[in-house]
Every structure is written in C-alpha cells, then in structure tokens.
C-alpha cells in the first residue's frame, strides 16, 4: 500500500485545492490525525501517524479508495506541500489504472439498484480475474452480470477487460457478498455462481455458504433460477451439500471432474496437480411466503437525529473503545476524533460474520461522511443502539 515518511509536517491550511484533489479538514485524537480528501469520484481519508523519526502518512484502510492513482496523487500532492524531510518512500504513480469514472462500477448501492431493476441477472461472487464472468457476459448479452468482489484491483482490472471488449452488460461492486444478498428484491435473480471460494478448512464460519447464506440464495433466486458451486474442496462441496438438503423441495445436479466451457486460473493450477473439482447445481430451492416477500428494510434516519450541546459533550466525555452485542447484531464504537466541523465518531457494526466500517460526523446532527452501509437488519439495529448511547438512553 502507498505511504511514506517525512521528519516534519508543515502548518496545515485547509480547505486546500490542487490539481482536482482537495483537502477538506482534519480530524484528531492523540494518537491518529486523519485528512478528509476528495477526488472527482470518490472521498476518503488519508492517515498521519507519529512513528520514531517523524511521521508516517498512508490510506485510513477502512475508506481507501477504489482507485490507486487516486490515494497515490493525494499523497504525493501532500507530500509537495505539507511535509519536509521526506526520508521513506513506497510512492510508485503509473498509468495502469481504468482512467475516470466507468458505469461498470457501481460505487454505491443505489446506484447498482438502479441498474438491475428490471432486469435478468446472473451474480458471481468472487469473480476474481474474471474470466467466467467476462465468458458469461459474452455468452448471453441479454443477461445482466453482476459480479461482487472485495478486492479492489480485481475489480478495476476486470472492468479494464470488460471495457476492452466492448461489453456493457456488467456491473461490478465491491461487497461482502453476504450482505449484498440480503437487500436484493426477492425473486430477481436467475443464477448465482461461486466458484473455487476459500474453503476456510479451519475456520468454516469464515465460508461464504453457510445456513443464513442459503436461506438468501432461496429468496433471491426467482422460479426456476439456480445456484452453482465449482470447488477442489471435497470438504467444502460436502459441507454446502448439507446446507441446501435442509431444503425439502430441493433438486440437486452433481459433478465431479467435469471440462467447463472456461477455465479459471485456479482451476487450471488444480488440473495442473491433478486435483479433483467438484461441481454442485441447487434449484428449486422455497422459503416461507413471507420471507419472500421481504424487499428493503427502510431507511437510515440519521438525517432525524439531533444531538444537543449536553448530549454530545457527555458522549465524548464518556466515550470509550466499546462493543455491544445483540441477539443477531453488534456495534463497536472504535474511535473518536475532533475537527472543526464537529466530531468524528468510527465504527465497526452489523452483522457479525460481514461487518461494516463507518465514519459519522457528530454536531448538531449526525452524517455518514462516505456511503452510507448497506440496510440490513443487523446494520439497521446497530444503527438504533448507537442512537441510544447519542441520546444517553445508555450510559
């Protein structure tokens, strides 16, 4: 990741304008001063912290953004202008990355809720280099790809590829694909697709399939509409086997060793160590009527919250790192930072397997200073605990 080392920063003067980059403010504790940047597209922050011979200033991991030559020309415009002494550093700008913004990636969920209305959808859940997804793609131009992805170059490179190709019916987004699923409209997919996931011998929690994944798979699957697993895991391909049989009305296709029309990297390395590949096919999967007809939650209010002087100044009073942990939810309020616009509240909230990271600007009111998380129960009744500790409902 991108940062360097300086022996002295200069006074820091903002707002602060260059080069399509601008430096809004900052905002502190004792130990960690963040600087909110904004680019054409995106907003995040950069993080300062004191080492042993000065400072070391890189990407708040939990806002980076999805572009690097985006972190790597704010931290270099920052460098020129508010830092002496430059000692280390692991600043490298190339042109490599997809060049303004691109409608193949969705930065928002609203965004990707707009572009699927309407119409038919495969999703594939860790596209990784994309070759399936890109297949798939070309193979049914009618179709929608939805593709999800926690890595950021993975998904700036496979919209690269799709770009190079002239394919318009692809949608990616970076996302636990766990929470993604549980805000899709009941019924509006047709396949899903995981292929070669992380089989999490050890720590079979950390699986994307798991009971709860399932039951998502059920609701958002339209009639007829399938899941397809593609793993070298026995282990896994058994264990997802299980899962599905709690279905009762659900049909099953197996295989094993099976040539696929496309060949992922991993899949040719298995085939190379003569490894097995395992192939599961699951429909006719059925939840309760009224789990289907679920659609979205509702809204964050935060819009509504009003903080009063008293309220605030006793929450930073008060204010501690601290988890609470509901039936099905938790919330971990993480840290806190002062800034003249107000006070900066992180966190780390939802459910407990896909946790969200959020930044929140206290004053008057309350605001997500990025995207605002998904809206699913867990972050939903995270969000209604935090505003009881705001409000001293909780001390």
Same mark, same amino acid.
């Given at each position: 990741?991108?940062?360097?080392?300086?022996?002295?920063?200069?006074?820091?003067?903002?707002?602060?304008?260059?080069?399509?980059?601008?430096?809004?403010?900052?905002?502190?504790?004792?130990?960690?001063?963040?600087?909110?940047?904004?680019?054409?597209?995106?907003?995040?922050?950069?993080?300062?912290?004191?080492?042993?011979?000065?400072?070391?200033?890189?990407?708040?991991?939990?806002?980076?953004?999805?572009?690097?030559?985006?972190?790597?020309?704010?931290?270099?415009?920052?460098? +020129?202008?508010?830092?002496?002494?430059?000692?280390?550093?692991?600043?490298?700008?190339?042109?490599?990355?997809?060049?303004?913004?691109?409608?193949?990636?969705?930065?928002?969920?609203?965004?990707?809720?707009?572009?699927?209305?309407?119409?038919?959808?495969?999703?594939?859940?860790?596209?990784?280099?994309?070759?399936?997804?890109?297949?798939?793609?070309?193979?049914?131009?009618?179709?929608?790809?939805?593709?999800?992805?926690?890595?950021?170059?993975?998904?700036?490179?496979?919209?690269?590829?799709?770009?190079?190709?002239?394919?318009?019916?692809?949608?990616?987004?970076?996302?636990?694909?766990?929470?993604?699923?549980?805000?899709?409209?009941?019924?509006?997919?047709?396949?899903?697709?995981?292929?070669?996931?992380?089989?999490?011998?050890?720590?079979?929690?950390?699986?994307?399939?798991?009971?709860?994944?399932?039951?998502?798979?059920?609701?958002?699957?339209?009639?007829?509409?399938?899941?397809?697993?593609?793993?070298?895991?026995?282990?896994?391909?058994?264990?997802?086997?299980?899962?599905?049989?709690?279905? +009762?009305?659900?049909?099953?296709?197996?295989?094993?060793?099976?040539?696929?029309?496309?060949?992922?990297?991993?899949?040719?390395?298995?085939?190379?160590?003569?490894?097995?590949?395992?192939?599961?096919?699951?429909?006719?999967?059925?939840?309760?009527?009224?789990?289907?007809? +679920?659609?979205?939650?509702?809204?964050?209010?935060?819009?509504?919250?009003?903080?009063?002087?008293?309220?605030?100044?006793?929450?930073?009073?008060?204010?501690?790192?601290?988890?609470?942990?509901?039936?099905?939810?938790?919330?971990?309020?993480?840290?806190?930072?002062?800034?003249?616009?107000?006070?900066?509240?992180?966190?780390?909230?939802?459910?407990?397997?896909?946790?969200?990271?959020?930044?929140?600007?206290?004053?008057?009111?309350?605001?997500?200073?990025?995207?605002?998380?998904?809206?699913?129960?867990?972050?939903?009744?995270?969000?209604?605990?935090?505003?009881?500790?705001?409000?001293?409902?909780?001390?």
């Amino acid at each position: 990741m991108p940062n360097f080392k300086a022996k002295k920063l200069k006074a820091l003067t903002f707002p602060f304008h260059k080069d399509g980059v601008r430096f809004l403010y900052k905002a502190e504790n004792e130990k960690v001063m963040l600087i909110l940047t904004q680019c054409p597209d995106e907003s995040f922050f950069l993080q300062i912290k004191r080492d042993e011979n000065g400072w070391l200033i890189k990407a708040d991991k939990h806002s980076r953004p999805s572009k690097m030559d985006y972190l790597q020309g704010a931290l270099q415009l920052f460098m +020129e202008n508010f830092c002496e002494g430059v000692y280390f550093s692991a600043l490298a700008l190339k042109n490599k990355a997809l060049a303004g913004p691109t409608s193949l990636i969705a930065r928002d969920f609203q965004t990707l809720l707009k572009r699927v209305e309407g119409r038919k959808i495969f999703i594939e859940i860790g596209f990784g280099s994309g070759r399936h997804l890109l297949f798939q793609a070309r193979e049914n131009p009618e179709i929608l790809m939805l593709g999800i992805e926690i890595y950021t170059p993975a998904l700036t490179q496979v919209a690269k590829l799709a770009r190079a190709q002239n394919l318009e019916n692809i949608i990616l987004i970076q996302s636990d694909a766990r929470l993604l699923l549980s805000v899709l409209e009941a019924n509006s997919v047709a396949k899903i697709f995981l292929h070669f996931p992380v089989p999490w011998e050890d720590k079979p929690h950390r699986r994307v399939v798991s009971g709860a994944f399932c039951k998502e798979c059920a609701r958002v699957l339209e009639a007829g509409g399938s899941f397809e697993l593609r793993t070298d895991s026995l282990e896994y391909f058994d264990f997802s086997l299980r899962e599905f049989l709690k279905f +009762e009305q659900a049909c099953f296709g197996l295989k094993k060793n099976q040539n696929s029309s496309i060949a992922s990297k991993y899949e040719e390395r298995w085939r190379r160590q003569e490894r097995d590949i395992y192939d599961l096919s699951v429909w006719n999967l059925s939840v309760e009527e009224e789990r289907k007809k +679920e659609g979205l939650l509702g809204e964050f209010d935060l819009e509504k919250w009003h903080l009063s002087e008293e309220e605030l100044g006793k929450f930073c009073e008060k204010f501690r790192n601290q988890s609470f942990k509901g039936e099905d939810y938790f919330l971990h309020l993480e840290s806190l930072y002062k800034s003249e616009r107000g006070v900066v509240l992180k966190l780390a909230f939802g459910s407990f397997n896909s946790p969200e990271h959020s930044y929140l600007l206290l004053n008057e009111g309350v605001s997500f200073i990025f995207k605002p998380p998904f809206k699913t129960r867990e972050n939903l009744r995270a969000l209604a605990k935090l505003k009881e500790i705001l409000t001293g409902v909780i001390s």
